[in-house]
């Protein structure tokens, strides 16, 4: 399951790249959400996936998403079409980081619960 969760994050990493530095013309649009609302999700998702894949040491994993989303940002000045922002960046990393929280709080659910359940047999 380690292993699934784990592709699971790197190929949606993959996606949130070529979305980022591919072609505009490749690049999905929620026209509800706007430019910082889509942002916001897919960079949750990033988090959320890397944070239940890699749930072991944490603060690297969370070094390691915040880390990326300042490298796609970077990536975009050679990107033609794509201009970097310190904004996108920020929101990039605040989402990522409340995707992170989130499976961090998922597994301490979980845990928790297991704990229960063993102390009550």
């Avoid at 969760?5 to 649009?29: I, Q």
């Amino acid at each position: 399951m380690s292993v699934i969760l784990k592709l699971v994050a790197w190929c949606l990493a993959a996606a949130v790249a070529f979305a980022t530095l591919g072609p505009p013309g490749y690049r999905p649009h929620a026209t509800s959400l706007g430019q910082g609302g889509e942002h916001a999700l897919a960079f949750v998702l990033v988090g959320l996936a890397f944070g239940v894949a890699y749930s072991r040491n944490r603060l690297i994993t969370a070094a390691m998403v915040i880390g990326f989303t300042g490298l796609i940002e970077i990536l975009q000045f050679w990107a033609p079409g794509r201009h970097a922002r310190l904004e996108d960046f920020l929101v990039d990393a605040l989402a990522a980081c409340v995707g992170l929280a989130a499976a961090a709080a998922f597994d301490m659910i979980v845990k928790r619960t297991q704990r229960s359940n063993a102390s009550a047999s």
